[in-house]
């Protein structure tokens, strides 16, 4: 399998097809889980850890107008610019228009028709993911042609086109696509040098993209670390006269280096960065509150093995089970290969093992978005062993396990589109649409983010009034029960999971069980009087992947006081 031809117009146009299928396909639902920005605490979207609609904004407003202590310093900063840049244009057409005056940092922040304004901003950014998703489709596509030839170039862009992880990040502001985005380009340089060696040019490109995909998340370095370890291997540094030269690996650092500091706003907003990484280091618990509601595990043998199992589990999730199989196949056909170079090649499967040892060890706990990245380099390993497979005696057998890797992850994003579409929190807006009187009150537990669409004549707060600082309270079972049992419960309650919720449970880890319990036997003045089951089109492995968060058609419940329940 020759594979050593360069991309040229035919393999750009076919990577293009790729991408343009995949901007089809996930575009039409972007407005999955957009708020409806009715009230102060309906401006966030359904997805966990989406950065849309205002982060952007106000990340921009801290950086270049006034400061706050409060700002977001859980990722980089680059992205933030991106989708700030992408918003402009439209807020500019709201302050021409009228549609936005004297912007404030608080609710309607400005805005005349904040439901308007934010939905269509949030549209904006994800739309931005869409694209930088059919950009990865078109990377994975040339980074297996480049090495490998077509068919495998083929094979590991259907396999990415396919991927439901990649759906459901393309259709959210989160920031998993666009840092795989980033990181997919500069795994195409790297396939590159690969292929023609490692000159400055190519040097440069790689440091680049590599750069600002850490400065997108700062996982990315996971994948460039063992990959720059490689590239300093003495193959890789010897000039046309076979002397050492260190030139093309100072180029990338530099370049790298000069990119990460553009694109994290150190030139600007030097302290952001600063503050990002001594917080990422020392201080973690103030950029997640995952240690109060998810187990992490101790750093012993047993819990080293229980870690390694998850995390085999889980990528076998992200890639299906066969293609897991077949990236491990396509490893160990690399590490057999008859020259230096096919063995150089299987370097591509270092970052799976540091990204275990920096993001799992590390933190004692399994997280499928970290595992995102890994769909990439995995993905082309896979590719490699069914073009093998493909060109060889068995080529009916390759192309059955492609269409079986393929239809499978396919029929996983089509349930997760199901669910987007036949999303339980769009039925129950209806439900109290039709039902709830102007005025009612409605409570609910743990994250506002979670909360279906509502009216503005319906007031809502989180139960019993408690503010912000609600995440990791317990012992307030009795409190809340005795508040329901008194006169000034709300009218409505609704109970959904949302990110503290383990899999399988009906209701936030904020919703103590005692509680839940006495809404479900009503024992406490309440009853249930709506119920919207999780739905899936398909089951067992065909249903879409499991989620860190429940954020795709959660079960969700609503409980209304007795004497309102008998009243209607």
Avoid at 458 to 485: F, K, N
Avoid at 503 to 516: A, I, N
């Amino acid at each position: 399998m020759s594979g050593r031809d360069s991309v040229g117009r035919g393999g750009l146009r076919r990577a293009l097809v790729l991408a343009l299928a995949t901007i089809v396909l996930n575009a039409p639902f972007v407005g999955w889980g957009a708020p409806h920005a009715t009230g102060p605490d309906r401006t966030l979207t359904f997805a966990t850890d989406d950065v849309l609609p205002l982060g952007p904004l106000a990340e921009m407003h801290n950086t270049f107008v006034e400061s706050k202590p409060d700002r977001n310093y859980a990722y980089p900063w680059w992205h933030y610019f991106v989708l700030a840049g992408a918003q402009s244009p439209y807020l500019g057409w709201l302050l021409a228009t009228g549609g936005m005056d004297s912007p404030t940092p608080e609710y309607p922040f400005g805005l005349a028709d904040p439901v308007t304004a934010l939905f269509v901003l949030t549209v904006i950014g994800r739309l931005v993911s869409v694209v930088m998703a059919g950009g990865i489709v078109a990377c994975a596509y040339s980074f297996s042609r480049t090495l490998w030839g077509e068919t495998a170039g083929w094979i590991a862009g259907l396999l990415a086109l396919s991927n439901p992880w990649i759906a459901y990040y393309a259709r959210t502001g989160n920031l998993d696509v666009p840092a795989l985005f980033w990181t997919a380009l500069g795994l195409v340089a790297f396939a590159h040098v690969l292929r023609s060696g490692f000159s400055p040019r190519r040097a440069a490109w790689l440091g680049a993209f590599a750069g600002i995909a850490m400065a997108t998340k700062d996982q990315a370095l996971a994948i460039f670390l063992p990959l720059a370890v490689v590239l300093l291997l003495p193959r890789f540094s010897r000039d046309p006269g076979g002397r050492y030269s260190p030139r093309p690996v100072l180029v990338g650092l530099l370049v790298s280096l000069g990119a990460f500091a553009v694109c994290t706003g150190m030139l600007v907003d030097p302290m952001r960065q600063i503050t990002h990484i001594e917080r990422l280091f020392f201080d973690q618990r103030s950029l997640t509150a995952s240690h109060l509601y998810w187990n992490h595990v101790e750093l012993s043998p047993a819990g080293v093995v229980g870690l390694a199992v998850g995390f085999c589990r889980a990528l076998a999730e992200a890639l299906t089970p066969l293609g897991l199989a077949a990236s491990v196949i396509g490893l160990l056909l690399l590490l057999r290969g008859p020259s230096r170079g096919s063995v150089v090649q299987a370097s591509i499967a270092l970052p799976v093992l540091v990204t275990f040892v920096l993001l799992t060890l590390a933190t004692g706990i399994v997280v499928r978005r970290y595992l995102v990245p890994l769909v990439f380099p995995l993905d082309a390993l896979a590719a490699f062993a069914l073009a093998t497979v493909i060109a060889g005696r068995r080529r009916l057998l390759g192309l059955g396990v492609v269409a079986g890797v393929v239809i499978l992850r396919g029929s996983q994003t089509v349930d997760l589109t199901f669910g987007q579409v036949r999303e339980t929190r769009t039925a129950a807006a209806a439900w109290i649409a039709e039902n709830a009187r102007d005025g009612d009150r409605l409570e609910y537990f743990g994250h506002n983010q979670k909360l279906p669409a509502l009216p503005a004549e319906i007031s809502s707060r989180r139960i019993l009034g408690r503010g912000a600082e609600w995440e990791g309270e317990t012992g307030h079972g009795p409190s809340v029960l005795a508040y329901l049992a008194s006169s000034d419960g709300p009218e409505l309650v609704i109970v959904v999971p949302d990110w503290t919720s383990r899999p399988g449970m009906l209701r936030s880890q904020d919703c103590p069980p005692e509680v839940f319990t006495a809404l479900e036997e009503g024992t406490t003045g309440y009853r249930r009087v709506a119920e919207f089951p999780a739905r899936h089109l398909f089951s067992g492995p065909f249903s879409r992947p499991v989620l860190d968060s429940p954020s795709v058609g959660p079960p969700v419940r609503i409980y209304a006081r007795d004497d309102v329940a008998e009243g209607r």
